[in-house]
């Protein structure tokens, strides 16, 4: 209900002051269509999805502080 509310005021003020579709409008539309898709995703999927993409950020973030580490290494050298 909140989010329709909140819909309803950005369709409201993008008609009111860019007259008619609006870059939120659609960015909201959007927005929405993506949670609409989240809800229907079965919870053990999105545990596997939230899992991978945590499992790739900590790999890139381990690579890229190893990397500053030795940069800091050289220079101390």
Do not use: H
Request: negative net charge; aromatic residues 16%.
């Amino acid at each position: 209900m909140f989010k329709e509310q909140i819909l309803q005021v950005v369709n409201v003020i993008s008609c009111y002051f860019l007259g008619g579709i609006s870059m939120f409008g659609w960015l909201f539309s959007l927005f929405d269509w993506l949670i609409e898709l989240w809800v229907k995703v079965p919870d053990s999927v999105k545990e596997k999805m939230i899992n991978m993409i945590v499992e790739t950020f900590e790999a890139n973030f381990r690579d890229f502080f190893r990397s500053k580490k030795k940069e800091e290494e050289a220079r101390n050298e």
